[in-house]
């Protein structure tokens, strides 16, 4: 497995980890707390998250079996150009710029974390197989629709995208959780 493959297995086992103890110990109440009604709650963060890659799980297997069959073997290192440098830069919390959730990436409010949570786990799951199944592909040549945008890009860039995108979300989430104004952690929910 090449370096880039195995820094991205373990950047999505971190990216695992950090939700777990982000939510842990929480409320239902506290999950879907929002620090005011233009901002997301924690609950919304990861139910983005999920949204975003449960489309790219699909889209990314597609992507692999066309590359298995047409047998892009790898050349070596992958190395970004301007546009992918910019993008994943742009991406990194904490947030440079703010965007505007496309239409069909935007969570609903209110969601238990009973659901998000697990989902969330589940697709970093998927997401790490389908980097396993990537051993031995040309990353810069398996090209990867962007879900929503009539864009292509490389699947070693998709993927630094993905966990860029979740450690942008996941700092937002944080940022929730750290707020001076979020419901206190009582001490029965410490146990």
């Known amino acids: 497995m090449t370096s880039q493959l195995a820094r991205l ?15 842990s110990g929480l409320r239902e109440s506290q999950f879907n707390w929002r620090p005011d009604q233009q901002k997301w709650s924690m609950a ?3 139910l983005h998250l999920n949204i975003v890659a449960d489309r ?4 990314i297997e ?15 290192i992958v190395v970004h150009g301007f546009l992918g440098k910019w993008i994943l830069a ?9 965007y505007r959730s496309p239409r069909g990436f ?10 998000v949570l697990p989902t969330f786990l589940h697709l970093q799951d998927q997401l790490t197989l389908q980097i396993e199944q ?9 090209r990867v629709p962007a879900p929503g945008l009539p864009l292509r ?26 707020n001076p104004a979020f419901p206190p952690v009582q001490r029965d929910q410490i146990a």
Do not use: M
């Open 62 to 76: 597609t992507a692999l079996e066309g590359a298995k069959a047409r047998h892009f073997v790898a050349r070596g």
């Open 90 to 98: 742009n991406t990194e919390p904490p947030p440079k710029r703010r």
């Open 106 to 115: 935007t969570p609903s409010y209110g969601q238990p974390i009973t659901a």
């Open 9 to 23: 297995q373990s950047e999505l086992a971190a990216l695992k980890a950090e939700a777990s103890a982000l939510v």
């Open 153 to 178: 890009f490389n699947l070693l860039l998709t993927l630094e995208w993905i966990t860029a995108h979740e450690r942008r979300h996941l700092w937002q989430a944080r940022q929730v959780r750290e």
């Open 134 to 142: 990537a051993k031995g592909l040309d990353l810069g040549r398996v």
């Open 56 to 59: 790219y799980v699909r889209t």
């Open 44 to 46: 919304e963060c990861l």
